[in-house]
T-cell receptor
Framework: SQKIEQNSEALNIQEGKTATLTCNYTNYSPAYLQWYRQDPGRGPVFLLLIRENEKEKRKERLKVTFDTTLKQSLFHITASQPADSATYLCARVDAGTYKYIFGTGTRLKVLA | DARVTQTPRHKVTEMGQEVTMRCQPILGHNTVFWYRQTMMQGLELLAYFRNRAPLDDSGMPKDRFSAEMPDATLATLKIQPSEPRDSAVYFC???????????FGPGTRLTVL
């Protein structure tokens, strides 16, 4: 079965630094990978999507990469701020089924 | 500002009772997903619908869980009978077929005593 693995340990970084979160998948490459942000007591909110044939996507301070050789996506937040503190979820979406499989998320804390 | 709504937001019940959770997807969305989130398992897909037809409910315990879409504006998830291990936050999400994202509701926090 398809799996998504994220580092379950919390990531603490200093304000202004770049946060890098990792998402690894198993078996064949998904049609695309998505990244979501989840704050306590709320539902996940979509941030970015990257397709299998794309290497990199950017949106403001966010950047996502997709490496089909390593079977990995990296999510970067540059110039991080305390307001970026949240749990970040990675999801794979497979072609045809459009079924979403989420990782368990990585909790990010940006220290002022 | 279109949003997915879920009711109730919180539910405390006793083991053996029936629980019904409701979701109103964003108007015009034709896919609906039900997820369960726990600390241990993360976000697990229970079932999803496309144009109100159930496409996949393999993530759902069939003996006690059921999911339906009686119409395009309402999706329900029912647990009967409920058990303490069902305690979790249940999320509904909606989106468009071949869409790039899904939009989550605020969730229903279920506690089964």
């Amino acid at each position: 079965s398809q799996k998504i693995e994220q580092n379950s340990e919390a990531l603490n970084i200093q304000e202004g630094k770049t946060a890098t979160l990792t998402c690894n998948y198993t078996n064949y490459s998904p049609a695309y990978l998505q990244w979501y942000r989840q704050d306590p007591g709320r539902g996940p909110v979509f941030l970015l999507l990257i397709r299998e044939n794309e290497k990199e996507k950017r949106k403001e301070r966010l950047k996502v990469t997709f490496d089909t050789t390593l079977k990995q996506s990296l999510f970067h937040i540059t110039a991080s701020q305390p307001a970026d503190s949240a749990t970040y979820l990675c999801a794979r979406v497979d072609a045809g089924t459009y079924k979403y499989i989420f990782g368990t998320g990585t909790r990010l804390k940006v220290l002022a | 500002d279109a949003r997915v709504t879920q009711t109730p937001r919180h539910k405390v019940t006793e083991m053996g009772q029936e629980v019904t959770m409701r979701c109103q997807p964003i108007l015009g969305h034709n896919t609906v997903f039900w997820y369960r989130q726990t600390m241990m398992q993360g976000l697990e897909l229970l079932a999803y619908f496309r144009n109100r037809a159930p496409l996949d409910d393999s993530g759902m315990p069939k003996d006690r869980f059921s999911a339906e879409m009686p119409d395009a504006t309402l999706a329900t998830l029912k647990i009967q009978p409920s058990e303490p291990r069902d305690s979790a936050v249940y999320f509904c999400a909606s989106g468009l077929i071949h869409g790039d994202t899904q939009y989550f509701g605020p969730g229903t926090r279920l506690t089964v005593l």
